[in-house]
C-alpha cells in the first residue's frame, strides 16, 4: 500500500509542470486593425443645378396719385451656381453666384383706373457670402449678399383685355437665406435653400399712362444639386 501511494505522488510531481506548461501555453491573437474614419471635405469649388419655385409681392402706386394696388406672382424657377468653400475645423466659409431664370407672374385690378396690373419676374441673379456649421457630411449654412431682378409691367384693359403699356427693368437689392446641405458621395451632394429677396421702390414709366412706384419682395424655394471638384473625403484614424 505503502508502495502504491508513493508511485501516484511521484506521478503526480512529474505531470504537474506539464499540466501548467500547457495551462500557461495561449494562442497568439493579432490585434485588428483600426478603421479609418471618413471625414467629409467641403472644401474646393463646385457647381450645380437648382429648380423650385417662388413668389414676388409688388405694391403698385401711381406717382402723384395714389394706390392703386399689390399682387403676388408666383411661379417656377431653374438655373444654376458656381461657388467655392474653404473649411476650418467645423465651420465653414463660401462666396456663390447663382443664375435664374423663373416664371412669376401675377396682377391686379387697379383701384384708381379701369386697368388691370401684372407684374412678371423673368430671371434673377443673387451674388452672396455664406458661412456654415459642417457634422461630417451634413452642413447647415446661412448666406447674404446682392440680388438683381428683371422684371416685365403690363397694364391691360379690364374691359377688354388689350395690352395698352408694357415695359420692363433690371433692378438691384439685397438677399438673405438658408440652406440645409448632405453629402452623399465624396464629390455630390444634394440641398434644399429659403432666399429672401427685398428690393427698394423703384419708379416705372409706362409713357402717357404715367409712372407707378413699385416695391417688391421676393420668397424662393429651391431643391439644389452640387457637384466639387477636388479630391476625396478625409481618411482620420
Known amino acids: 500500500m505503502k508502495k502504491l501511494l508513493l508511485i501516484t505522488t511521484a506521478l503526480v510531481a ?5 499540466m501548467a506548461a500547457d495551462l500557461a ?33 409688388n405694391t403698385w402706386d401711381l406717382v402723384g396719385g395714389g394706390r392703386e394696388g399689390s399682387n403676388d406672382a408666383s411661379g417656377g424657377t431653374v438655373g444654376g451656381q458656381i461657388g467655392y468653400r474653404w473649411q476650418t475645423g ?17 396682377d391686379h ?16 441673379g443673387l451674388f452672396t457670402g455664406q458661412i456654415g456649421y459642417a457634422w461630417n457630411n451634413v452642413l447647415l449654412y446661412a448666406k447674404g449678399g446682392a440680388a ?32 440645409f446641405e448632405y453629402g452623399f458621395a465624396p464629390n455630390w451632394s444634394v440641398g434644399a435653400e429659403y ?5 427698394d421702390r423703384q419708379t416705372v414709366s409706362f409713357g402717357a399712362f404715367g409712372s407707378d412706384s413699385i416695391k417688391q419682395d421676393a420668397d424662393l424655394f429651391t431643391a439644389r444639386l452640387n457637384y ?10
Open 14 to 18: 512529474l505531470g504537474s509542470p506539464a
Open 25 to 57: 501555453a495561449r494562442p497568439y491573437t493579432k490585434a485588428p486593425p483600426m478603421v479609418a474614419a471618413a471625414i467629409y471635405d467641403w472644401s474646393g469649388f463646385y457647381i450645380g443645378l437648382n429648380g423650385g419655385g417662388g413668389w414676388t409681392h
Open 90 to 106: 467645423p465651420i465653414v466659409f463660401g462666396v456663390e453666384a447663382q443664375g435664374n431664370w423663373a416664371d412669376f407672374s401675377g
Open 109 to 124: 385690378l387697379s383701384a384708381l383706373f379701369a386697368t388691370r396690373n401684372r407684374t412678371k419676374t423673368d430671371a434673377f
Open 148 to 179: 438683381v431682378v428683371d422684371n416685365k409691367y403690363d397694364i391691360f384693359s379690364s374691359v377688354n383685355g388689350a395690352n395698352l403699356a408694357s415695359t420692363s427693368n433690371t433692378r438691384w437689392g439685397g438677399t438673405v437665406g438658408a440652406g
Open 195 to 199: 432666399d429672401h429677396i427685398f428690393l
Open 228 to 237: 466639387r471638384f477636388g479630391g476625396p473625403i478625409i481618411a482620420k484614424y
